[in-house]
């Protein structure tokens, strides 16, 4: 059973262009999460989301962030006119089930965007 | 808003020696907390999960404690490794209706020396 898999694991852009993060949870797992790390900070969360729906969005920004968990194929973290200030490490976690106190998240490798 | 705190920032100790990582939490309404370990340019691995309801979980030389009234954990890891140098995170998920995202800390720096 393979990890909770992220691509591109390194991904450089201008400034202005647009960033595209996927995730492919592990196999059985409908439920999603979008972290962020930036340099020297912890993790905060971004966004929640089940197949084609999304629960829990209070951590993303307002503008240029959008997530989407279609029924067929990856999750994608899509940020639009990148800023410097974008440059960090997005992790995605995925669980089983939500409501049990012991549905631990998997992490993946996480995807380092670094914006030029 | 909860908020979590990791002491200390970072810790040196030479091979063999036990140590103790701590963890508070400003809102003690939580579902669980986990205790994760993150390699330099790696993802997160998950060492050690307590529900709200346990007071310890152990693993190995692991092992973490929960006291939610006063909103503290702690990992304790025994006979340190070389092996064991990473950084160490703790995360609680809230005990609020459907709410599942996990509050960090900024992490332990833990380097063991030979």
């Known amino acids: 059973n393979a990890g909770v898999m992220q691509n591109p694991r390194h991904l450089v852009r201008r400034r202005g262009q647009e960033a595209r993060l996927r995730c492919s949870p592990m196999?059985?797992?409908?439920?999603v999460y979008w972290y962020r790390q930036l340099p020297e900070e912890g993790l905060k969360f971004m966004v929640y989301l089940q197949k084609e729906n999304i629960i829990d969005e209070s951590g993303m920004p307002k503008e240029r962030f959008s997530a989407e968990f279609p029924k067929e194929g990856p999750s994608i973290l899509r940020i639009q006119q990148v800023v410097r200030g974008d440059s960090a490490a997005y992790f995605c976690?995925?669980?089983?089930?939500?409501?049990?106190?012991?549905?631990?998240?998997?992490f993946g490798p996480g995807t380092r965007l670094t914006v030029l | 808003k909860q908020e979590v705190t990791q002491i200390p920032a970072a810790l040196s100790v030479p091979e063999g020696e036990n140590l103790v990582l701590n963890c508070s939490f400003t809102d003690s309404a939580i579902y669980n907390l986990q205790w994760f370990r993150q390699d330099p340019g790696k993802g997160l691995t998950s060492l050690l999960l307590i529900q709200s309801s346990q007071r310890e979980q152990t693993s190995g030389r692991l092992n973490a404690s929960l006291d939610k009234s006063s909103g503290r954990s702690t990992l304790y890891i025994a006979a340190s490794q070389p092996g064991d140098s990473a950084t160490y995170l703790c995360?609680?998920?809230?005990?609020?209706?459907?709410?599942?995202?996990?509050?960090f800390g900024t992490g332990t720096r833990l380097q063991v020396t030979l």
């Open positions: 196999k059985g797992h409908s439920h």
């Open positions: 976690a995925s669980s089983y089930r939500q409501g049990s106190s012991t549905d631990t998240q998997y």
């Open positions: 995360a609680v998920r809230p005990d609020t209706g459907t709410a599942s995202k996990l509050t």
